[in-house]
């Protein structure tokens, strides 16, 4: 069982920056593979990226790819994802998600067990 509590969100300028975090609870944490997924209002919930247990694989959806990135620190128990080079379309309420490992990528939400609650990210032009 994890339970997720994401945090770090906020308004922010174009151009900026902004790191949001995920703090999971439960004692198999490194057992997971966790995502970063976003929703825009009246849009379907889209994945952001992705990280393996270790943290040593990552994936990205193009969108973000150069100007995001996802890590996580397996004894603070919490998933991070920084955001550079923001642009007011990366505006969306952002969640992290945990799903069991395996040995592809899941980009889909509903492959994804465990879910917070969300953190909103808005990005003024």
């Known amino acids: 069982q994890v339970q997720l509590v994401e945090s770090g969100g906020g308004l922010v300028q174009a151009g900026g920056s902004l790191r949001v975090s995920c703090a999971a609870s439960?004692?198999?944490?490194?057992?997971?593979?966790m995502g970063w997924f976003r929703q825009a209002p009246g849009k379907e919930r889209d994945f952001v990226a992705a990280?393996?247990?270790?943290?040593?694989?990552?994936y990205y959806a193009d969108p973000v790819k150069g100007r995001f990135t996802i890590s996580r620190d397996n004894a603070k128990i919490t998933v991070y994802l920084q955001m550079n080079s923001l642009k007011p379309e990366d505006t969306a309420v952002y969640y992290c998600a945990a799903v069991g490992l395996s040995n592809r990528w899941y980009t889909r939400p509903e492959e994804y067990v465990y879910w917070g609650q969300g953190t909103q990210v808005t990005v003024s032009s």
């Open positions: 439960g004692r198999t944490f490194s057992s997971y593979t």
């Open positions: 990280t393996s247990w270790s943290g040593g694989r990552t």
